[in-house]
Nanobody, 116 residues
Framework: QVQLVESGGGMVQAGGSLRLSCAASGSIFSINAMGWYRQAPGKQRELVATITTRGTTNYADSVKGRFTISRDNVKSPVYLQMNSLKPEDTAVYYC??????????WGRGTQVTVSS
């Protein structure tokens, strides 16, 4: 089992920045990749960014060049640095861990609100 706890959400004006953190505990060595997803009101949950244990990253087109996902090592938190935020980035952001045998784990989410 893997437990995920997010932090760092909040309210910011358009053009501002926020950094989200996700701390994993439990069977962390079973994790193959971690990522951030978001869900805006009335919309489906969508991928924002992922990072593998080898450091390979992947981003949604809508955030490329503005968001950066990072992680120092398998024991450290995963960060999502969000710059040049737009009102359309407003959503609940969820941390995800993909573990062995395709087990998926989710955090409870953290609200990000960007005002225009």
């Amino acid at each position: 089992q893997v437990q995920l706890v997010e932090s760092g959400g909040g309210m910011v004006q358009a053009g501002g920045s926020l950094r989200l953190s996700c701390a994993a505990s439990g069977s962390i060595f079973s994790i193959n990749a971690m990522g951030w997803y978001r869900q805006a009101p009335g919309k489906q949950r969508e991928l924002v960014a992922t990072i593998t244990t080898r450091g390979t990253t992947n981003y949604a087109d809508s955030v490329k060049g503005r968001f950066t996902i990072s992680r120092d090592n398998v024991k450290s938190p995963v960060y999502l640095q969000m710059n040049s935020l737009k009102p359309e980035d407003t959503a609940v952001y969820y941390c995800n861990a993909e573990a062995t045998y395709h087990h998926d784990y989710w955090g409870r989410g953290t609200q990000v609100t960007v005002s225009s």
